[in-house]
T-cell receptor, first 113, second 115 residues
Framework: GDSVTQMEGPVTLSEEAFLTINCTYT??????LFWYVQYPGEGLQLLLK?????DKGSNKGFEATYRKETTSFHLEKGSVQVSDSAVYFC????????????FGQGTILTVHP | DAGVTQSPTHLIKTRGQQVTLRCSPK?????VSWYQQALGQGPQFIFQ???????QRGNFPDRFSGHQFPNYSSELNVNALLLGDSALYLC??????????????FGPGTRLLVL
């Protein structure tokens, strides 16, 4: 079945460090890919998305490129802030699945001043 | 523009009881999906409602049921609660016939604790 695998966490960084969170997927078709963020005590917020191969999603300094050849959608940010501390979820959906999202297990990011 | 709202925010039940959770979608959205997020895990898809019908269902037992009303709001019902049903229940809404590319907007969730 369809699945999403995220890098083992948690991730702890100092402010202004470079961030990479790895995400790979397995899908029977051509998925759309998403990164969602969950701040403490809150629901999920869409961070960015990409709907076809080689698309780059970007928002708030975060970027991710849809790599079909490596079935990956790694999240990157050049300089993290304390306010970026949250749980990050990679997810996919297929055109045949009516928008049903399949999520990875999440990666906890903690940024220290 | 109100986003997705859910009620209640927190709930405590005992094993064997029944619970009803409620969701109002974002304005202009007609599709509602429900997810269960266990502690430390990613959300798992329960089911989706569109035009008052269950359109798709995840791997959850029949104890989990739902409903969508003409105003597109939705309820999630869980019968015969088990300790393992303790989780954050998230509602997400989207617009129109699902192509797989539309964005789903999530509510803040209802945290259910089963004792």
């Amino acid at each position: 079945g369809d699945s999403v695998t995220q890098m083992e966490g948690p991730v702890t960084l100092s402010e202004e460090a470079f961030l990479t969170i790895n995400c790979t997927y397995t899908a029977t078709g051509y998925p759309s890919l998403f990164w969602y963020v969950q701040y403490p005590g809150e629901g999920l917020q869409l961070l960015l998305k990409a709907t076809k191969a080689d698309d780059k999603g970007s928002n708030k300094g975060f970027e991710a490129t849809y790599r079909k050849e490596t079935t990956s959608f790694h999240l990157e940010k050049g300089s993290v802030q304390v306010s970026d501390s949250a749980v990050y979820f990679c997810a996919l959906t297929l055109g045949t699945s009516y928008g049903k999202l399949t999520f990875g297990q999440g990666t906890i990011l903690t940024v220290h001043p | 523009d109100a986003g997705v709202t859910q009620s209640p925010t927190h709930l405590i039940k005992t094993r064997g009881q029944q619970v009803t959770l409620r969701c109002s979608p974002k304005s202009g959205h007609d599709t509602v999906s429900w997810y269960q997020q266990a502690l430390g895990q990613g959300p798992q898809f329960i089911f989706q409602y569109y035009e008052e019908e269950e359109r798709q269902r995840g791997n959850f037992p029949d104890r989990f049921s739902g409903h969508q009303f003409p105003n597109y709001s939705s309820e999630l019902n869980v019968n015969a609660l088990l300790l393992g049903d303790s989780a954050l229940y998230l509602c997400a809404s989207s617009q129109g016939r699902a192509s797989g590319q539309e964005t789903q907007y999530f509510g803040p969730g209802t945290r259910l604790l089963v004792l």
